[in-house]
């Protein structure tokens, strides 16, 4: 029993370590986090010094400023945007967000900032230039856009299949590629892509005319969503609001960013302009990666050993906790610890800490499994040699039995930390700048989707190599 | 304290449906050497290894040296220091050299500092005349060779009691000899054992008591002469019928 307790008290050490290792800034009530998209360029999008700007962006900054607050913006995907905003884990969005009645159910909304309409692209050699010319073809969307919603109301009337893209980029791209014939997008974001590079035509007028606002949780941020609108009116009567859209969709604007492009077609282009992020990318990944490591190794020893010691209850804590976290999907995982976590507790979860969470739990299951494996296919008589001798339970284990079967499970755990490596890369749906997300970004801006994922590839591999090399190094020095 | 040193009442066992162990009372003597004989599936092996709690007992008490083992409140990890026990397939520890198994109890337990562990250690291997194996590693020796060695690390504890499960039952014939040599050493010696075995050799030459068990029950028990030259039960004496004839 005692040993039990044991356990269950490094358990709840290591998550609460986890939860408290990266304790979160405290914000002074003049900063607000804002959330916003990844690529919904000319509103958000990162420019070639992979800053943030675009109108949203601009917007947002200036009326900070015009108002005297703070503003901490996090680019995480209009997705993770919405649910990051309903849990609390940040205090507002902006994101080319269309005000529906829908959407007034859970957020609160700004006077709108902008007007869009719903138009549909298609490839310019193609013969499609209605609605009506649909049947039978699929349609691609962004997820949670309001042209999604709009290509599904109408999807039965027209009889087309709707494709569903978590960012503008590879819906585009599918529409490039001829996978989808068409794609829905508001005309402001669609025209300005064209403009800049992508080989698409618009065939049909805006439709659903529909506003733009900036948008807090239902009930929620009062007094930011106050200043949000008087800065705004501000704004608009001093000209900085017509400076900030004409910098953004003049022509002037967009023939500037054409020419830009053209000049970085190669990989080593895109390599020497993104050097810099790529390389945080790099780092961030390298990081999330071993710390990850570490916490899932712990924690799958810890639950592997519950599973084999001689006693039911500890057993079936092992049993259950590999049961939940192997057979939970990771991005489901991810998804739920970082949103749902904090509107369960109302406390706020760092990305960062979220990610390490999910992998700890996540891979740690996989390590316990194979750890208790490991263990059990240590023959039983070595135990019970042991036991015979009057050796403890504790000291037979440590002295005998994992040792013997740490060689077993050394193959098992090397191929762990490589599956771990790559899923940090599922982590970029929570918005932390890995490698992946720093590629998507890239993308979103140079549109060189085809060379950009190319470079990533490489470098995971790269990553793998070297890690696989290291710990085949570990292996011999603890073989020998 | 009487001279006593197991004392078995009414033992049974069960795995769920399955009866093994139906009632057995069983007693050893100290200094005194004892046989299990029966066919298998009688409860032998299984009446053995509850008496170091390798296996928990369903019902009735194993007192050894006066000491309840049966009892939850015993400290069995103290009570089988004094008891030794050597396994069917040796069981020697795989990631450790020879030496290493012998010293590691002893150790471990704070019976002996290391450099007293390494002398007796080697003088034990010496007495099974494998002197030289100190530093090899298990899987590099034959099984009458490991055998001896398990036989030597249970002996490094200094137990007063060694239990043998079919210690000869895996080895090739012509190992079997150099392990009973060291078992009939053992037993000159004056150690209390209790000796699982088909080698009815053995059980004539070295044995105190035949104890012949079937179906869970001890049927018969005796001096060797009384149960191999004349046994009762008619279960002793066709089991006896096949295996001498064998």
């Not at chain 1, 800053?51 to 703070?70: Q, T």
């Not at chain 1, 969005?93 to 298609?122: C, L, N, W």
């Not at chain 2, 060797?224 to 002793?236: A, C, G, H, L, S």
Request: with cysteine; charged share 20%.
């Amino acid at each position: 029993m005692k040993k039990i307790i044991a356990y269950i008290t490094i358990i709840t050490s290591l998550v609460s370590v986890l939860l408290i290792s990266r304790p979160q800034k405290v914000l002074a009530k003049d900063t607000y986090n804002i959330a916003t998209d990844v690529t919904f360029p000319p509103f958000v999008y990162a420019n070639d010094k992979n800053e943030y700007v675009g109108i949203d962006i601009d917007l947002m900054n200036e009326i900070a400023k015009e108002e005297g607050f703070k503003v901490n913006i996090k680019p995480i995907g209009f997705n993770a945007a919405l649910q990051s905003v309903t849990s609390g884990q940040v205090d507002g969005m902006i994101a080319g967000m269309t005000i529906t009645d829908e959407r007034k159910q859970k957020f609160d909304f700004s006077s709108p900032y902008y007007s869009s309409g719903i138009v549909m692209a298609v490839s310019p050699k193609s013969n499609i230039d209605s609605l009506k010319d649909l049947r039978g073809k699929k349609v691609a969307v962004k997820t949670g856009t309001s042209g999604a919603d709009y290509a599904n109301s109408i999807k039965d009337k027209y009889g087309f299949k709707v494709v569903t893209f978590d960012d503008s980029d590879n819906m585009y791209n599918d529409v490039e590629n001829h996978n989808s014939d068409a794609c829905f997008e508001d005309d402001a974001v669609m025209n300005y892509g064209i403009k800049t590079g992508l080989d698409l035509k618009v065939v049909t007028k805006p439709v659903n005319n529909a506003n733009y606002g900036f948008a807090v949780k239902k009930g929620e941020n009062q007094e930011l969503l106050h200043k949000f609108n008087k800065g705004l009116a501000k704004l608009k009567a001093n000209g900085k609001y017509q400076q900030i859209i004409d910098k953004y969709t003049g022509a002037k604007a967009t023939s500037r960013k054409l020419a830009a492009q053209k000049n970085n077609h190669t990989i080593l282009g895109i390599i020497k302009e993104n050097k810099g992020a790529i390389l945080t990318g790099v780092i961030e990944t390298i990081k999330l990666t071993v710390v990850s490591i570490i916490f899932a190794t712990i924690f799958g020893i810890v639950i592997g050993l519950l599973g084999v010691i001689p006693n039911k209850i500890s057993q079936a804590i092992s049993v259950f906790v590999i049961y939940v976290f192997r057979g939970l999907p990771l991005l489901v995982l991810a998804l739920f610890i970082y949103n749902g976590i904090p509107s369960l507790t109302g406390t706020k979860i760092p990305a960062f800490v979220a990610g390490v969470i999910t992998l700890a739990l996540n891979e740690g299951a996989y390590i316990a499994a194979f750890v208790k494996g490991g263990i059990e296919a240590v023959d039983k008589g070595q135990m019970e040699a042991a036991r015979s001798l009057g050796l403890p339970f504790s000291k037979s284990m440590i002295k005998i039995i994992l040792p013997q079967g740490m060689k077993i499970m050394i193959p098992s755990f090397i191929n762990q930390f490589i599956i771990t490596l790559k899923d940090t890369s599922i982590l970029s749906i929570i918005g932390i700048l890995e490698l992946t997300q720093t590629g998507k970004i890239i993308i979103a801006r140079n549109l060189e989707g085809f060379r950009m994922w190319a470079i990533v590839a490489v470098i995971y591999l790269a990553l793998i190599t070297i890690l696989t090399l290291l710990s085949k190094w570990i292996e011999r020095r603890i073989k020998a | 304290m009487s001279d006593l040193k197991v004392d078995v009442t009414n033992l049974q066992k069960s795995y769920g449906e399955n009866h093994v162990l139906k009632g057995i009372d069983f007693k050893v003597k100290n200094n005194e050497v004892v046989v299990l004989i029966g066919p298998s599936g009688s409860g032998k092996s299984t009446l053995l290894r509850c008496l170091n709690r390798l296996e928990e007992p369903t019902s009735g008490s194993i007192v050894i040296d006066g000491q309840d083992i049966s009892s939850k409140g015993t400290n069995i990890d103290k009570a089988r220091e004094n008891i030794g026990m050597v396994f069917q397939h040796f069981n020697l520890f795989n990631n450790l050299t020879v030496g290493e198994n012998i010293m590691l109890a002893p150790v471990e337990l704070g019976k002996l500092d290391k450099d007293e562990a390494k002398y007796v250690s080697e003088n034990l291997l010496e007495t099974v005349g494998l002197a030289d194996k100190f530093d090899a590693m298990p899987n590099s020796l034959s099984g009458g060779q490991k055998q001896r060695v398990a036989i030597a690390r249970a002996l490094a504890m200094k137990p007063d009691i060694m239990l043998f499960d079919e210690p000869t039952s895996a080895l090739d014939p012509e190992m079997v000899g150099d392990v009973l040599e060291v078992m009939k050493e053992l037993a000159k010696d004056g150690m209390t054992m209790v000796v699982v075995t088909h080698e009815m050799g053995f059980a004539k030459e070295v044995a105190d008591r035949v104890v012949f068990m079937a179906d869970g029950h001890v049927l018969e028990e005796g001096s060797p002469k009384e149960i191999f030259d004349n046994p009762q039960n008619e279960r002793t004496q066709s089991f006896l019928e096949k295996v001498i004839n064998v």
